[in-house]
């Protein structure tokens, strides 16, 4: 089973006829030093290496009835040109995936008998190191205890670098949060401040950026022998959450009265109160 470059930004290149694909997955980053004894030093050691750019052409050839159709689709592909948007990717079995890239050239050679065809060739740049999903998962946890620890499955074949952590305090939040430590087995960091009733901590994995209540907060220490802020590898992620706050967690508690035979007593029950919340937004990744 393969794929075709389908759409870039809203645009279908479908149109795009006899279309050849490129499907290269691109070369990955060196980082080679030469030995004077033979051979080399690998500075990513047991670690998988990133990718690089990836330059991608689809070619094929715009089929039009008359000079103007042929005038308003090849206007519209140079219109994209120097545009980077989403370029998505159609799996034969009609899976979509997304990475954002550039156009960066349309190229066209008209010859004498091309009449009513002319062949394109469009050349994109990638952006993004991984193909993404094409719908955004989310991860939804109510924090009651602390340590805990959040179960988040990444259906790609990539890790997912980007992910994007919202930690929101409740209205009944008795002591300021000072500290929140988020790590699993191939990263983890801890950011330091003060978070009260009502505050909302954004972190942005892939934007490198820590926003509270939309203002930066940047004030992250990362965790011996991790690396960066969290990544998620494929498959199952047990990625650990723990607070420091002076006082304990909102619970679920709700009191009242009963009446009995053997006279009134009060009591407290289960019930649903406002809590410390995380949330994940993420995009499985895809090579």
Partial sequence: MAYQIYKFGNVVLGNIYNSVNDLSSGATIEQFVKLSGGGVHDAWGGEKAPTKSTNLTKRGAIIATNPLDFKTQLQLLKTLVGQRDKLWRLWDDGTLEWTYARLVEQRSQRQPDHISHLPVDLDFVTVS??????????????????????????????????????????????????????????????????????????????????????????????????????????????????????????????????????????????????????QLDYYDSWK
């Fill in 129 to 278: 190191p991984t193909w993404y999903g094409e719908n955004q998962q989310s991860v939804t946890a109510d924090l009651t205890a602390s340590p805990q620890t959040v179960v988040v499955h990444n259906a790609g074949n990539e890790p997912v670098t980007n992910a994007i952590i919202t930690i929101t305090t409740p209205v009944s939040l008795s002591s300021p949060i000072t500290s929140i430590t988020m790590s699993n087995d191939i990263s983890g960091c801890t950011w330091t401040g003060s978070l009260v009733s009502g505050d909302i901590l954004e972190i942005d994995c892939g934007g490198w950026s820590v926003k509270k209540n939309g203002t930066g907060a940047w004030s992250i220490s990362f965790l011996a022998g991790k690396k960066s802020l969290l990544w998620l590898a494929p498959g199952d992620n047990e990625v650990q959450f723990a607070v420091s706050l002076n006082g304990g967690l909102p619970q679920d508690i709700e009191s009242g009265m009963a009446t009995g035979v053997l006279g009134a007593a009060t009591y407290t029950d289960g019930f649903s109160v406002a809590k410390v919340t995380i």
